[in-house]
T-cell receptor, first 112, second 106 residues
């Protein structure tokens, strides 16, 4: 069974631009969560989607948004990029009702 | 909210050595995961272990939920074991510990 996939794997953007990251969960998984990892803040929760609805949201500004499609694939968007948005963005998926999370390889975003 | 602490923060071993990593959590939980973050950043699932003991090859884990801790044992370390090990508990999101950075030298 294929794992969680994320595209692109690496991305370089300029301050002020916007970016869209994509995550495809494991087949059958309907819950998708996003996390940001930085050296200073560690792993922080961004949001969770289940059946196309945002179920939970972390403490991030409104520039960070996401959505989930009917096939459970998810995208997250960051508008008006700041240098501090440089991070590894990780996506995780899980079965409905399960606590066990499976992570993708991540997208490493660099903002210059 | 729940706090998750890991110790030690750093561990340096020679190949073949054994090690124990600890994860303490501040409140009762009914789930706990251990992950290994490889040098490329991916979080690899090691164990989902709300309680009891599990083993997978050279790795094993024990969670004592009533005492709010979990242990990850690595035996006969290999250089490929290097990386950061995280424990995490799920409330309405995954709460990660601060990690243990393991370096295994030949």
């Amino acid at each position: 069974k294929a794992g969680v996939t994320q595209t692109p794997r690496y991305l370089i953007k300029t301050r002020g631009q916007q970016v869209t990251l994509s995550c495809s969960p494991i087949s059958g998984h309907r819950s998708v969560s996003w996390y940001q990892q930085t050296p200073g803040q560690g792993l922080q929760f961004l949001f969770e989607y289940f059946s196309e609805t945002q179920r939970n949201k972390g403490n991030f500004p409104g520039r960070f948004s996401g959505r989930q499609f009917s096939n459970s694939r998810s995208e997250m968007n960051v508008s008006t990029l700041e240098l501090g948005d440089s991070a590894l963005y990780l996506c995780a998926s899980s079965w409905a009702g399960s606590y066990e999370q499976y992570f993708g390889p991540g997208t490493r975003l660099t903002v210059t | 909210g729940i706090q998750v602490e890991q110790s030690p923060p750093d561990l340096i071993l020679q190949e073949g050595a054994n090690s124990t990593l600890r994860c303490n959590f501040s409140d009762s939980v009914n789930n706990l995961q251990w992950f290994h973050q490889n040098p490329w950043g991916q979080l690899i699932n090691l164990f989902y272990i709300p309680s009891g003991t599990k083993q997978n090859g050279r790795l094993s884990a024990t969670t004592v939920a009533t005492e709010r801790y979990s242990l990850l044992y690595i035996s006969s370390s290999q250089t490929t074991d290097s990386g950061v090990y995280f424990c995490a508990v799920y409330t309405d999101k995954l709460i990660f510990g601060t990690g243990t950075r393991l370096q295994v030298f030949p």
